[in-house]
């Protein structure tokens, strides 16, 4: 089994910035790609950035462009996402997740989550 702790979350006023990160534990070989989701109250929860095994291929969704970046380091089995510019949108609960198969479309490893409360 693999176990995915995040951690970097808390209370940030607008403009400001915070690091997410995503330690994977247990059989880390079975961690390929990985992603950070998010769901804030009352709404579907929903995939915010994404980055292959290699680490060169990433996927950020429009709304967060120029602001996120995804990036792991895979000699510590750690996912980071990094964010600037923060505002009260981006409140939500933050889920790191993997896949456990090179090819799959499923991800099949979760977190539990860690909060991200932006406000003044």
């Known amino acids: 089994q693999v176990q995915l702790v995040e951690s970097g979350g808390g209370l940030v006023q607008p403009g400001g910035s915070l690091r997410l990160s995503c330690d994977a534990s247990?059989?880390?070989?079975?961690?390929?790609?990985m992603g950070w989701f998010r769901q804030a109250p009352g709404k579907e929860r929903e995939i915010v950035a994404a980055?292959?095994?290699?680490?060169?291929?990433?996927y950020l969704i429009d709304s967060v462009k120029g602001r996120f970046t995804i990036s792991r380091h895979n000699a510590k089995n750690t996912v980071y996402l990094q964010m600037y510019s923060l505002t009260p949108e981006d409140t939500a609960v933050y889920y790191c997740a993997a896949k456990g198969t090179p090819h799959g479309s499923t991800y099949d490893y979760w977190g539990r989550g860690t909060q991200v409360t932006v406000s003044s």
């Open positions: 247990g059989r880390t070989s079975r961690v390929f790609a």
């Open positions: 980055i292959d095994l290699s680490g060169r291929n990433t």
